[in-house]
């Protein structure tokens, strides 16, 4: 029985949903919340990930490797390839085997099980450092800002691209914001855990602009661009549709965490001078943080993204404001025994 509405295109009529789909990253934040999302509209699904799960048909495997794990998508209608190094610390032969080398191996596997799209998961990280407000689907995207993960996300769309511009697998790819709810490592699990240590700080004076977006939209988000033929050979930017500042959205952290007030914030370069010494430290002890440079950089960024084209070609539209999201957000964590 489906929990959730199914999405609708543009013209209020609910797409053709795949009838099997294949998931890769399939035990990760974003991944598991697609197999979720599709079983809840009556899809069969499966996937991949370095660790099998059989409850949710799931074989483990190496998304870098060509291997046993990709015939495990024939069949398949729909591949979304999840599967990425999210971290800005990982060494930089781990972005380029997994985050890019894996597209084309899932791409391999789509082309191979006879899949009709391919959807890869990029990031709105893509567009670096430094972009227009509200930076559009035609903006410049960079392999040059020095950040790994950034880098890594914007060369991982280029196999993507190709496959479809040459006629080999008709492909779509999403440029998410900064997704949270419950499960997402990077945006509430972390700093929730560095919050509770004292260890958490904010660049830009807390007024970086974050672009959240709540996982159930990013998961009605992608449904409409894997199913709708106007997503074929196109990216989305999907975000909530407003950016709000870094200061606001932990604020709540801050709370779940017992603490009263905002999150202690820095300028830009002291706040980068402090995450550095405490990588260092960290580094000392062998204990591996997300606390360095780069994170820094990412927090203080000064503009969102337009979700424009995905408004008028898909008919996305957020249904999860920032409120409700850290309700539902908040409301999951005290049921998983993470909050007192």
């Not at 820095?266 to 995450?275: E, K, L, Q």
Request: proline residues 6%; positive net charge; aromatic residues 6%.
């Amino acid at each position: 029985m489906n929990t959730r509405p199914s999405p609708t295109g543009p013209t209020g009529h609910a797409p053709t949903l795949a009838r099997d789909v294949f998931v890769t990253g399939a035990n990760g934040f974003i991944g598991r919340a697609l197999m979720k999302r599709y079983r809840e509209l009556g899809s069969r699904v499966r996937g991949m990930d370095v660790r099998a799960d059989p409850e949710w048909d799931v074989v483990a495997g190496d998304i870098g490797e060509a291997g046993s794990w990709q015939r495990h998508a024939r069949g398949c209608d729909l591949v979304i390839n999840t599967a990425a190094i999210v971290s800005n610390s990982a060494p930089p032969e781990l972005y380029r085997r997994i985050t890019v080398g894996g597209v084309r191996q899932a791409i391999d596997a789509a082309v191979a099980g006879g899949a009709g799209r391919f959807l890869h998961i990029s990031s709105c990280g893509a567009y670096g450092w430094h972009h227009p407000a509200d930076a559009a689907e035609t903006c410049p995207i960079t392999t040059l800002s020095g950040n790994s993960y950034q880098d890594a996300k914007a060369a991982s769309e280029h196999p993507a691209l190709a496959a479809h511009a040459c006629g080999e697998m008709s492909c779509t790819i999403v440029r998410p914001g900064d997704v949270y709810g419950a499960g997402s490592r990077p945006w509430v699990l972390i700093p929730l855990d560095l919050i509770r240590k004292g260890m958490f700080l904010l660049p830009a004076h807390g007024r970086g602009v974050f672009s959240p977006i709540y996982i159930d939209d990013l998961a009605d988000g992608i449904a409409l661009a894997a199913s709708l033929d106007a997503g074929a050979g196109q990216i989305f930017n999907l975000t909530g549709g407003q950016g709000v500042a870094s200061a606001e959205f932990f604020s709540h952290h801050m709370r779940w965490a017992g603490k009263s007030g905002p999150p202690r914030s820095f300028s830009t370069g002291t706040a980068i001078r402090v995450a550095e010494l405490v990588r260092w430290g960290s580094k000392l002890v062998g204990k591996p943080t997300e606390a360095n440079r780069q994170s820094m950089l990412m927090l203080s960024k000064a503009e969102s993204f337009s979700i424009d084209k995905a408004r008028r070609l898909l008919g996305y539209e957020p249904k999860v404001d920032l409120a409700e999201g850290m309700r539902r957000t908040e409301q999951q964590l005290r049921a998983q025994g993470l909050l007192s």
